[in-house]
């Protein structure tokens, strides 16, 4: 009697990350579980362990390369752009690839929003984001306390940026909105300056 082996799916990953989406947005992360989540997609525990480490994993899978890519991205910035043009210029390079490798965004986002346990993960993510734009921008000639200053705001244009874009995908690119927020945020602080 010959048995039959299961067969490599090759959207195992998409399956259990779209059953995760689900389940989280109907019932609350808290509430899901990896049993529930293997349940849905029609897969294993195996599986689930052969892609992702626990079910806030699903979540946050590859967010580890977020904050090399972004420094590498400033780091080989032209040598002629000033720190903070370089950082823009980072973030726009970096975002445009990541937008088209994030799905489900809006879902991602909705999700996090609810969890304070996701929201500490995503601080947690952002932290070393800005830790590593700071290190950048100091190899491009930055103070160190410059440096910091000039990687929060990046971020804090990057997170704004991607907001927008996941909101509404088809209005404006990512691009667009980076510097839609840039643009925002010199115009405050040109109000500001001028009281």
């Not at 799916?9 to 989280?24: N, S």
């Not at 899901?32 to 979540?59: N, P």
């Not at 799905?103 to 609810?114: E, F, L, S």
Request: charged residues 25%; neutral net charge.
């Amino acid at each position: 009697m010959i048995v039959a082996m299961p067969r490599w799916d090759p959207r195992a990953r998409d399956r259990l990350r779209d059953a995760a989406l689900e389940l989280y947005l109907e019932h609350g992360y808290e509430s899901v579980t990896v049993a529930q989540i293997t349940e849905r997609a029609g897969l294993t525990r195996r599986t689930f362990s052969r892609y992702f480490t626990d079910k806030r994993d699903v979540l946050f899978s590859g967010s580890d390369r977020l904050p090399i890519a972004l420094a590498d991205a400033v780091r080989h910035a032209d040598d002629a752009l000033a720190p903070f043009e370089a950082l823009l210029a980072g973030l726009v390079e970096t975002g445009g690839l990541l937008v088209d490798r994030v799905p489900h965004a809006a879902q991602r986002r909705a999700v996090i929003r609810a969890s304070p346990e996701l929201q500490e993960r995503e601080r947690t993510k952002f932290a070393a984001v800005t830790d590593a734009l700071a290190a950048a921008l100091q190899q491009r000639g930055a103070a160190g306390s410059r440096a910091r200053l000039l990687a929060q705001v990046g971020v804090a244009i990057f997170q704004t940026a991607f907001e927008r874009w996941t909101d509404e995908p088809e209005h404006a690119d990512f691009s667009a909105r980076v510097r839609e927020a840039t643009a925002e945020l010199a115009s405050s602080l040109g109000a500001a300056g001028s009281h």
